[in-house]
């Protein structure tokens, strides 16, 4: 869609349609290149790392995402 706005804009009567199309066109080569890298065969490496490292780490799978709250920390002077 992106690279059809693009070439219509190209021919706009617009003052700064050319302008507009390329900022559509970068778009939309940024749009392909992300959902390019979200592509599985990519991913399985990164997961198969990630798992890998958080059971070499003895977590016990609750490591990268889990959430914790900050522990406070009191200083006596």
Not at 19 to 32: F, G, K, Q, S
Request: proline content about 1%; overall charge negative.
């Amino acid at each position: 869609m992106l690279h059809c706005l693009s070439e219509v804009l190209q021919y706009s009567d617009d003052d700064d349609g050319v302008l507009h199309a390329e900022v559509a066109d970068a778009a939309a080569r940024w749009i392909n290149d992300s959902a390019a890298d979200l592509d599985m065969v990519k991913l399985r490496p990164l997961i198969a790392a990630i798992r890998k490292r958080d059971d070499e780490s003895g977590s016990g799978g609750c490591g990268l995402y889990q959430v914790r709250e900050a522990a406070a920390v009191y200083r006596v002077a």
